[in-house]
């Protein structure tokens, strides 16, 4: 069973950075595409960026494309996800996940472990 937990969520300024950070325990993680969501108060929850975990492969949503940048070490076994130019449409609850699959997935529904969640807010 794999264990998700993220950690870096706080409340910073438009035009700020964070650094979400994703910890898993149990299963082999060099063998898990990891994903970033999110979910805004009232909206479904939507996705943010992916790697995958042949080949390292990275897509981004188009809203965060070339603000928010997902990595991983596999000797930590943590995923991160950098987001810098942080917008007030950024605020949201960011879940990170697992997916068993090579390729990875831009779909929720795809992945088969979660994070409980850690909240990131932006102010204007």
């Known amino acids: 069973q794999v264990q998700l937990v993220e950690s870096g969520g706080g409340l910073v300024q438009t035009g700020g950075s964070l650094r979400l950070s994703c910890a898993a325990s149990?299963?082999?993680?060099?063998?898990?595409?990891m994903g970033w969501f999110r979910q805004a108060p009232g909206k479904e929850r939507a996705f943010v960026a992916m790697i995958a975990w042949s080949g390292g492969t990275t897509t981004y949503a188009d809203s965060v494309k070339g603000r928010f940048t997902i990595s991983r070490d596999i000797a930590k076994s943590t995923a991160y996800l950098q987001m810098d130019n942080l917008k007030p449409d950024d605020t949201a609850l960011y879940f990170c996940?697992?997916?068993?699959?090579?390729?990875?997935?831009?779909?929720?529904?795809?992945?088969?472990?979660w994070g409980q969640g850690t909240q990131v807010t932006v102010s204007s």
């Open positions: 996940a697992a997916d068993r699959a090579p390729r990875g997935s831009l779909y929720a529904s795809e992945y088969d472990y």
């Open positions: 149990g299963g082999t993680f060099s063998r898990k595409s």
